[in-house]
């Protein structure tokens, strides 16, 4: 399985992104996946979690702000980030929910006040 993650960038305190996770290989179907984060100097902690294609959980710093879904004809998975916040800053990766798979680049997540 390979992944891919893209849609970073740099945003204000307040605006929005939506980053996308395309899945390619041997995973024919998405429906255990995650979205996790890593902040300069900090350890990779999970954002944010959906299980069997339509249960999900979010991290509480996240939680009404970030959505996580799936659309399997385009086997990507997307993280929509709204009212986004300085402390969001950090790359971000998809992978599976114990770090299943190999981590991918990551996409970069700054924002500015």
């Known amino acids: 399985v390979q992944l891919v993650e893209s849609g970073g960038g740099l945003v204000q305190a307040g605006g929005s992104l939506r980053l996308s996770c395309v899945v390619s290989g041997t995973m024919t179907l998405i429906q255990n996946m995650a979205w996790y984060r890593q902040a300069p100097g900090k350890q990779r902690e999970l954002v944010a979690q959906?299980?069997?294609?339509?249960?999900?959980h979010y991290e509480d710093s996240v939680k009404g702000r970030f959505t996580i879904s799936v659309d399997n004809a385009k086997k990507t998975m997307y993280l929509q980030m709204d009212s986004l916040k300085l402390e969001d800053t950090a790359v971000y990766y998809c992978?599976?929910?114990?770090?299943?798979?190999?981590w991918g680049q990551g996409t970069q997540v700054i924002v500015s006040s």
């Open positions: 959906i299980t069997k294609g339509i249960n999900t």
């Open positions: 992978n599976g929910p114990r770090g299943t798979y190999s």
